[in-house]
């Protein structure tokens, strides 16, 4: 008897699983079909060779999940000339030479086991390589399993992006504003922010989109007054995971083109056996709000971030840390940006773009410093007016020039040049 009923549960589930498979088969079908009307409506400026960006990621990224079943490859690329101005913000003469790098080159490689479960990896290689003579590396920025039985719930786990800002899932050259990713998420929000763990993802009805992370958490013995917690990153290598790092997402992209969203990280930063003199608990947490629209030729993009670490005091005495090199116990910054395609005015239908841009921001990492002073050459803006050329929506050529000023009067500007592709 209990054969027969195992039988027929096994009988009765059967269906419910193939009518699963119906239902996200079909989802699947329609995102397609939604993708490929676009494109008609935006007739010759389209290229069905573009990637689209899916679950937040950059499109070249997210390719293995428009992808059939099986191996998917994708990449992108960026070389950059930077060539400092003679003189700096206070008038004395600047000695910094030229650097013409070539930052990285990124192989996506994903496969696609099925329409519920795939793989998805980054290796990266940065500055040319790795060698006696250059100061490279070859890193792998993420590699994660997705199952996602329901359109509502997916799984996440491996080697993560953290979920915070704009830049950090989407950094893809062609797609930035800028020869250079924003200084405020870099300094502030430290990108290319990545770490080990597991979490949950999905698109919620009326265009509400979430991410929500358990990872390793930061190294708080890598902090430093200037550049805040960006050395902190342990980056998915021999972590130590005393003390784990929560991060969660929530964006709206219910109109086209637009995307606003709030995001934040917070998480105990102290890896290490408690020092004799003191109980260390530098919790660490980051939130922002952002807003992303695309529409016709127009980009825009805007973040404002905050952060916080308590024990900063019982922290830089720990790390023997004096004066202006003390640890703030606030770090803020936030941006504005936006480019406009001018060459459709002229030459409607052309495959080309010419992309005029801005961009202004402010950050400081390092505000109210308890048991010392701020250094006013870390409150910082920066203010970026550039040109961007596209042969193809995948490829790019940029030049502007940053305007970069400090409280302290020791800034310095610069020109920017880069190339940068996408596949």
Known sequence: MRWVMMVAVLMAATPVRAQEERVSELERKVDVLTEEIERLKLGA?????????????APAASKVYGAGRGVSIGGYGEMLL???????QDGANSIRPAQLDFLRNVVYVGYKFDDQLLFNSEIEIEHAGVSDEADGEVALEFAYLDWAPRRDLGVRAGMLLVPVGLANEWHESPILIGARRPDVEQRIIPT?????????????PVGLTYRAYLTEGLDARQFSAADGIRDGRQSGSESRAVSPGF????????????LLGVSAYTGDSWQEVQPASAVLEPQVTVADLHARFDWRGLQARSVFVRGWLDDAGDLSDALALAGSNRLGESFWGYYVEAA???????????????LPYLRFERSDTQDDVPGGFEDPANDRTTLTTGL??????????????QQRRNQARTGVGQWNAAIGYLF
Do not use: C, I, Q
Request: hydrophobic share 40%; charged share 20%.
């Open 45 to 57: 400026v389209a290229d069905t060779t573009v990637p689209v960006s899916r679950v937040g990621l």
């Open 82 to 88: 930077e060539r400092f101005d003679h003189e700096g």
């Open 192 to 204: 290319t922010w990545r770490a080990n763990g597991a979490g949950l993802f999905g698109e919620l």
């Open 247 to 258: 991060s969660g997402r929530l964006d709206w992209v219910g109109t086209p083109g637009l």
């Open 340 to 354: 406009y395609d001018v060459l459709p005015l002229a030459y409607p239908g052309t495959r080309f773009g010419l």
């Open 388 to 401: 961007a050329l596209k042969p193809h929506p995948n490829v790019v050529l940029k030049m502007d020039h």
